[in-house]
């Protein structure tokens, strides 16, 4: 039995103009030229396609950099409203390389890593250890040697085990190593709504019957130095409910440890990723967040601690815009009468998962023209070999998409390139970045041979047919 559907969901509005970059999704800069290509930091994506090729990431440097400076200052204004300070740590693993490092240690801002890979780039882009964190659940005694040996500023321990990893890494080393706790503080957050439990039912952090017994720990094992503790609830929020409830759990918990300083809300700060999102300010959530922390220290009559955020996404994320060019074009007719366009572009699931790993939405514009056609209801799609390898689930493009168009996907700036696979051997592509009218490669593109010389089969074969 077919059932009718709905071809288009409630949420997606028929554009008054399908060539409108709209502000909310569309890093700052972005317009079109005058053959109206869209320009991104002031190069065309049409030039950046043909120099490139595609699928390409674009990073406009001055949006990154722009926004890392908005939150760093939303945070610090809030909590020197309050009579403290905060430190904001850029969380790397939303899109990690040596240049965005330096973007975001020049903007003032420390980088919070998550494994060693993510540290060996942050320390070889020349950050000063001191100002990078370290968190995770399952860090190695390689991982938090090196860590400890570099001079990292803080480490957030995430278990019992850890605790005595920390210690036998630290034996003998003669030095200190400064530590958070991570706390489960059973307030799990996504979008408008927030779910408050004893504990949450996850793999991150101690739950906060058990965080004093890991403090009593800690302070038995010399050279760890615990200095706070450490929360994170969620990611892709738009309101402070649940930060707030979060924070009052975790300010009680500070207080009944004692002798802490600092308290790390995480990140999980919010982006539009289509016209129809609308996540709250930054200033907004930053106010309401460290008033929550005030009002649970006054109720306690105790000062405020040193805040510190790890914002991700709300930085990188709207910096960014995805390349593809457009191929295969298929009209599929839908039970209730309608029809969907089918856009086929050379990317797809190995350049953005979030689309098949987390039901994400995105918008799409073509990028190479401007284009008077009605606007057609289309899903763009990738060239892998599966049915769920969907860039854009939902958009209106102009009708007259046509094979060879340079086709641009906005707000993948977090979480694509981080999350980028080679599945059915698709090289990774190059990540440029633009600024002021100037490209240049910050992180290289894969070919097919950087994937074969990893199979050793196909090496030994070479060395035989070449013998
Ligand atoms: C993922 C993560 C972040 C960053 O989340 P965003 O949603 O990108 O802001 C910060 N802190 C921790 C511990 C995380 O796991």
Same mark, same amino acid.
């Given at each position: 039995?077919?059932?009718?559907?709905?071809?288009?969901?409630?949420?997606?509005? =028929?554009?008054?103009?399908?060539?409108?970059?709209?502000?909310? #999704?569309?890093?700052?800069?972005? /317009?079109?030229?005058? &053959? $109206?290509?869209?320009?991104?930091?002031?190069?065309?994506?049409?030039?950046?396609?043909?120099?490139?090729?595609?699928?390409?990431? @674009?990073?406009?440097? &001055?949006?990154?950099?722009?926004?890392?400076?908005?939150?760093?200052?939303?945070?610090?204004?809030?909590?020197?409203?309050?009579?403290?300070?905060?430190?904001?740590?850029?969380? *790397?693993?939303?899109?990690?390389?040596?240049?965005?490092?330096?973007?975001?240690?020049?903007?003032?801002?420390? =980088?919070? !890593?998550?494994?060693?890979? &993510?540290?060996?780039?942050?320390?070889?882009?020349?950050?000063?250890?001191?100002?990078?964190?370290?968190?995770?659940?399952?860090?190695?005694?390689?991982?938090?040697?090196?860590?400890?040996?570099? *001079?990292? $500023? +803080?480490?957030?321990?995430?278990?019992?085990?850890?605790?005595?990893?920390?210690?036998?890494?630290?034996?003998?080393? $003669?030095?200190?190593?400064?530590?958070?706790?991570? #706390?489960?503080?059973?307030?799990?957050?996504?979008?408008?709504?927030?779910?408050?439990?004893?504990?949450?039912?996850?793999?991150?952090?101690?739950?906060?019957?058990?965080?004093?017994?890991?403090?009593?720990?800690?302070?038995?094992?010399?050279? %760890?130095?615990? @200095?706070? %503790?450490?929360?994170?609830?969620?990611?892709?929020?738009?309101?402070?409910?649940?930060? &707030?409830?979060?924070?009052?759990?975790? #300010?009680?918990?500070?207080?009944?440890?004692?002798?802490?300083?600092?308290?790390?809300?995480?990140?999980?700060?919010?982006?539009?990723?289509?016209?129809?999102?609308?996540?709250?300010?930054?200033?907004?959530?930053?106010?309401?967040?460290?008033?929550? #922390?005030?009002?649970?220290?006054?109720?306690?009559?105790?000062?405020?601690?040193?805040?510190?955020?790890?914002?991700?996404? =709300?930085?990188?994320?709207?910096?960014?815009?995805?390349?593809?060019?457009?191929?295969?074009?298929?009209?599929?007719?839908?039970?209730?009468?309608? +029809?969907?366009?089918?856009?086929?572009?050379?990317?797809?699931?190995?350049?953005?998962?979030?689309?098949?790993?987390?039901?994400?939405?995105?918008?799409?514009?073509?990028?190479?023209?401007?284009?008077?056609?009605?606007?057609?209801?289309?899903?763009?799609? $990738?060239?892998?070999?599966? +049915?769920?390898?969907? @860039?854009? /689930?939902?958009?209106?493009?102009?009708?007259?998409?046509?094979?060879? /168009? @340079?086709?641009?996907?906005?707000?993948?700036?977090?979480?694509?390139?981080? %999350?980028?696979?080679?599945?059915?051997?698709?090289?990774?592509?190059?990540?440029?970045?633009?600024?002021?009218?100037?490209?240049? !490669?910050?992180?290289?593109?894969?070919?097919?041979?950087?994937?074969?010389?990893? /199979?050793?089969?196909?090496?030994?074969?070479?060395?035989?047919?070449?013998?």
């Amino acid at each position: 039995m077919s059932v009718a559907q709905t071809a288009a969901p409630a949420w997606l509005a =028929v554009p008054d103009d399908a060539n409108a970059l709209p502000d909310a #999704v569309w890093p700052a800069g972005a /317009d079109r030229d005058a &053959e $109206g290509a869209i320009r991104l930091g002031g190069v065309s994506t049409r030039a950046l396609a043909a120099e490139f090729g595609t699928p390409l990431y @674009v990073i406009d440097e &001055e949006a990154a950099r722009e926004a890392a400076r908005m939150t760093l200052a939303a945070f610090r204004d809030a909590a020197t409203r309050h009579g403290t300070d905060a430190q904001v740590y850029y969380a *790397g693993k939303a899109f990690l390389s040596a240049d965005v490092v330096r973007w975001m240690l020049a903007e003032g801002l420390r =980088v919070d !890593v998550c494994t060693g890979g &993510e540290l060996a780039v942050a320390l070889g882009a020349g950050a000063d250890p001191s100002l990078l964190g370290f968190h995770g659940n399952n860090k190695s005694m390689i991982e938090l040697a090196a860590a400890v040996d570099a *001079g990292i $500023g +803080s480490i957030v321990i995430d278990s019992f085990d850890e605790i005595e990893r920390l210690g036998a890494v630290l034996d003998g080393r $003669g030095v200190a190593q400064r530590v958070l706790i991570r #706390v489960n503080s059973g307030v799990h957050a996504e979008t408008h709504d927030f779910l408050a439990t004893a504990h949450e039912d996850q793999k991150f952090g101690f739950t906060i019957a058990d965080a004093p017994a890991a403090a009593a720990r800690i302070r038995e094992i010399a050279g %760890l130095e615990l @200095v706070g %503790l450490h929360g994170h609830i969620g990611s892709q929020i738009f309101g402070t409910s649940g930060f &707030e409830e979060s924070a009052t759990r975790l #300010v009680a918990l500070l207080h009944e440890i004692g002798g802490l300083t600092t308290l790390n809300l995480g990140g999980g700060f919010g982006i539009a990723y289509t016209s129809a999102d609308d996540p709250s300010p930054i200033a907004d959530l930053a106010d309401g967040i460290v008033a929550a #922390v005030a009002r649970a220290c006054g109720g306690l009559g105790i000062p405020l601690p040193m805040l510190a955020f790890e914002p991700g996404r =709300v930085i990188i994320g709207r910096a960014g815009v995805t390349l593809y060019e457009v191929g295969t074009i298929k009209p599929v007719s839908l039970d209730d009468g309608a +029809s969907r366009l089918y856009v086929s572009v050379d990317g797809g699931m190995s350049d953005n998962a979030r689309t098949a790993l987390y039901g994400a939405q995105y918008s799409a514009r073509i990028a190479s023209r401007a284009s008077e056609a009605r606007p057609q209801l289309s899903r763009v799609v $990738g060239r892998h070999c599966e +049915s769920g390898d969907i @860039v854009v /689930d939902h958009e209106y493009l102009p009708a007259d998409v046509a094979a060879g /168009d @340079v086709l641009a996907v906005p707000a993948t700036g977090a979480y694509c390139f981080a %999350l980028a696979s080679n599945y059915n051997y698709v090289p990774r592509p190059p990540v440029v970045a633009v600024r002021g009218g100037e490209a240049r !490669v910050i992180v290289r593109g894969e070919s097919i041979d950087d994937l074969l010389a990893r /199979d050793v089969g196909l090496a030994a074969r070479s060395i035989e047919g070449n013998a």
